[in-house]
């Protein structure tokens, strides 16, 4: 029995894809998207400073794209 990604593993999946030039992104967004389902929560909350680009544009752009496949992504204050 393979056990399902909580919310924070499928986030940390998230960076490391970032990190990795964005290598299986679309996999572990379906993979947060079903976690966020499991776990009843509405929006994935990432750490600005984790991520590649770190600007108002790279962050605009992350939120477009995990929007576009149904994620709704918002950022903490760091």
């Not at 976690?35 to 790279?58: C, H, I, M």
């Amino acid at each position: 029995m393979v056990s399902e990604p909580t919310v924070a593993d499928a986030t940390n999946r998230i960076y490391e894809s970032l990190q990795a030039d964005n290598a299986d992104i679309d996999v572990h967004i379906a993979a947060l998207k079903a976690a966020l389902t499991r776990a009843g929560v509405k929006e994935a909350v990432f750490d600005p400073a984790r991520l590649v680009q770190n600007n108002r544009s790279g962050r605009k752009r992350m939120e477009a794209y995990f929007r576009q496949r149904g994620v709704t992504v918002k950022f903490s204050a760091s």
